[in-house]
């Protein structure tokens, strides 16, 4: 069986794999059909690797990763003695399978106790969204969740919250708009202990006046988890939304340094041609990517299984012209 036949085997079967493949599909014409045209009826010189190395900045896997990818590709040619083009594309995959690693990276939540989980993010990302979707996803596990509503801020934002709590069977707990985000996180986890919950979800604002005031409020937020709850705070998830490329890429960097983020949740890969910015994430950042939205239903969240994205990737659902 050849690399791609193989690659796309290990889709099969694979948990939310036509879904995800689905979802893949903008990411597939826009991005990866450009980064095979490359190398496709070409002979091994510098300008085909000036040519990739712009396609896969276009594609959002980060200056650093491109760079670093083509230099890898220039040391195993000189390695391997790769004389064909086509040949090439093979190591590329190979190399940006070694990037993501074969780790899943699992959410941290332990059994028989409180597990909370923090989710931030700037505006419109899909914080409540995907809080809703994984409210669903853990019921569905059997757990008992409870949501908070910490984004007293945008005006809606309070309600949204409770359509999701309605639509995933699941109890919300909020004040009113304008309300101390701090007060709200405080009564939710008073409740989780009272009514036993094994996962409070806590959703925040995502625009405070500036960029500072939010990190002192996210601040404030885990102070009060830390004093109420010792140990319970399990993940700070940063929701990224993987349209905007750069700027997700940048928002990694400031939340992840500020707010100690444990993981990312990026959404709207199905609204994406530059799905590779999950690879600059990684690399560029070092944050697992732990949940991917595909979509705006409620089972459109996934956990993110490094090895089926690259399978869904590189290999397309009905054509196999590619494969190669
Ligand atoms: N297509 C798609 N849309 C999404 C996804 N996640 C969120 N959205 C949409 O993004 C918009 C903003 O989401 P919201 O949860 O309100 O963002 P928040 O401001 O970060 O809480 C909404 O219209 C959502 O339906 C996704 O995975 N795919
Ligand atoms: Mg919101």
């Known amino acids: 069986m050849g690399f791609f036949s193989k690659l796309k085997e290990s889709l099969k079967g694979s948990f939310g794999g ?49 760079v670093d990818l083509v230099e890898k590709l220039r040391e195993r040619i000189r390695a391997e003695k790769i004389k064909e083009a086509e040949q090439l594309r093979r190591v590329l995959v190979e190399e940006i399978i070694k990037i993501m690693g074969d780790e899943i990276p699992n959410l941290d939540l332990a059994d028989d106790e409180l597990n909370i989980i923090l989710v931030v993010g700037v505006n419109g990302v899909g914080k409540t969204t995907s809080i809703g979707k994984l409210a669903y996803k853990l019921k569905a596990e059997g757990k008992r969740v409870i949501l908070g509503a910490g984004d007293t801020f945008r005006a809606g934002a309070i309600d949204q919250l409770k359509v999701w709590g309605q639509r995933a069977g699941v109890d919300v707990i909020s004040h009113n708009e304008g309300a101390d985000p701090a007060a709200v996180v405080y009564d939710a986890i008073k ?5 036993k919950a094994d ?16 990190m002192e409020e996210l601040k ?18 940063l929701a990224l939304d993987a349209t905007t490329g750069q700027n997700a890429l940048s928002q990694a960097k400031t939340f992840g340094q500020a707010a100690g983020v ?8 199905d609204g994406t041609a530059k799905g590779g910015v999950v690879i600059g994430i990684k690399s560029e950042y070092d944050l697992p990517v732990k949940l991917i939205g595909v979509g705006e239903r409620m089972e459109d969240l996934q956990e993110f299984i490094p090895r089926d994205f690259v399978a869904a990737l590189f290999t397309d659902g009905e054509d196999e012209n590619n494969a190669g």
């Open 262 to 269: 444990t993981g990312v949740i990026l959404t709207k890969l």
């Open 191 to 195: 409740a989780a202990i009272a009514r």
């Open 18 to 66: 036509e879904k995800l493949s689905d979802s893949l599909t903008k990411t597939r014409k826009g991005f990866i059909d450009k980064v095979f045209d490359v190398f496709t009826g070409r002979i091994i010189d510098e300008e085909l690797f000036e040519e990739l190395e712009e396609v896969l900045i276009q594609g959002d896997v980060g200056v650093n990763t491109a």
């Open 199 to 214: 996962v409070l979800i806590i959703d925040t604002a995502g625009r405070l006046h500036n960029k500072v005031n939010l």
């Open 220 to 237: 404030k937020i885990k102070r009060i988890i830390d004093n109420e709850s010792v140990g319970a705070l399990k993940e700070v998830l």
